[in-house]
C-alpha cells in the first residue's frame, strides 16, 4: 500500500492549499480516509477524516469552518482544501487509511503516507 501526499509549500497567512492524497495497492473505497498533521516537537494531530463513501466526515475544532476533505473514488484520491492558513497550521501532513470502523475517525489507521510540508508565514 502506498499514499502519497503532495500539495505541500510556503504560503501567507490568510491563504489557500489543496492537498492530494494518492492511493494506491488497496480497494480505495472499502477504506476511510483521514488528514493528520505534525509540528516539529509535537505529536501527531488530527486533522480531518471522510468515510469510505463519503457520506460522513469529520473535523479538529482547530481547522473547521477552514479545511474541507473530499475524496474521488474513481481516483483513488483524497483532498484537503485548506483556506485561511494561519501560522499554526504549519506542520507535515500526511493521509492514512484504516479498514476498520473502530476507532472513530481519529484512530486505528493501518496506513500512512511520507506527508507533504505545509509553511505558513506570518
Known amino acids: 500500500v502506498q499514499l502519497q501526499a503532495c500539495g505541500g509549500g510556503l504560503v501567507q497567512a490568510g491563504g489557500s492549499l489543496r492537498l492530494s492524497c494518492a492511493a494506491s495497492g488497496l480497494t480505495f473505497s472499502w477504506h476511510d480516509m483521514g488528514w493528520f498533521r505534525q509540528a516539529p516537537g509535537t505529536g501527531r494531530e488530527f486533522v480531518a477524516a471522510?468515510?469510505?463513501?463519503?457520506?460522513?466526515?469529520y473535523y479538529a475544532d482547530s481547522v473547521k469552518g477552514r479545511f474541507t476533505i473530499s475524496r474521488d473514488n474513481t481516483k483513488n484520491m483524497v483532498y484537503l482544501q485548506m483556506n485561511s492558513l494561519k501560522p499554526e497550521d504549519t506542520a507535515t501532513y500526511s493521509c492514512?487509511?484504516?479498514?476498520?470502523?473502530?476507532?472513530?475517525?481519529?484512530?486505528?489507521?493501518?496506513?500512512w503516507g511520507q506527508g507533504t510540508q505545509v509553511t505558513v508565514s506570518s
Open positions: 471522510i468515510t469510505r463513501s463519503g457520506g460522513s466526515i
Open positions: 492514512a487509511a484504516k479498514r476498520t470502523y473502530a476507532g472513530g475517525p481519529r484512530g486505528a489507521y493501518d496506513y
